[in-house]
């Protein structure tokens, strides 16, 4: 048994992914060239925080959504992200620089891509996909009663 996701829900995730490679890009050309900046230089200072959290949770969380891992272990995955990414920003002051807003911003990237997994979630994105053509099942994964 395989999972897909719908093609409209797939285009968003690429528009999320195209996203934070353009920030990436614009963050590195900012390195380069010091007077580059995105809106304002405390939004480019801090861009790359989002950036880390946005891709990686939209990364592992898709990875997980398709391969059929259950809802709430995205979410959790999420909180785990966030509460991560405050503690390292708060606490771990001998490896990182404490700076809070690179957490919100960090926290800010984990709600976007959340939002993205609510709606994919609710909408019923991920299908159940049979060998055989016509067997194709619309549904939530964790209403299947063979993945329960």
């Known amino acids: ?9 797939r285009i968003v ?39 880390l959290s946005l891709l990686a949770y939209l990364t592992i969380g898709s990875l997980w959504l398709v391969s059929g891992v259950k809802y709430r272990f995205i979410a959790g995955l999420g909180v785990f992200m966030i509460a991560a990414n405050f503690i390292c920003e708060t606490l771990f002051s001998f490896i990182n620089t404490v700076d809070i807003v690179d957490a919100v911003y960090g ?13 994919a ?21 964790d209403r299947d009663p063979i993945l329960q």
């Open 107 to 119: 926290t800010v990237g984990v709600v976007l891509a959340y939002i993205y997994f609510c709606c």
């Open 13 to 51: 995730q690429l528009l999320l992914f195209g996203f934070g490679f353009v920030l990436t890009l614009i963050r590195w050309l900012n390195v380069f060239n010091s007077d580059f900046v995105v809106i304002s230089p405390e939004i480019t200072s801090h861009i790359l925080n989002f950036l």
């Open 121 to 141: 979630e609710r909408s019923n994105a991920v299908t159940i996909y049979h060998e055989n053509p016509g067997a194709e099942i619309q549904g939530s994964r």
């Open 1 to 9: 048994m395989k999972y897909r996701m719908k093609l409209s829900y």
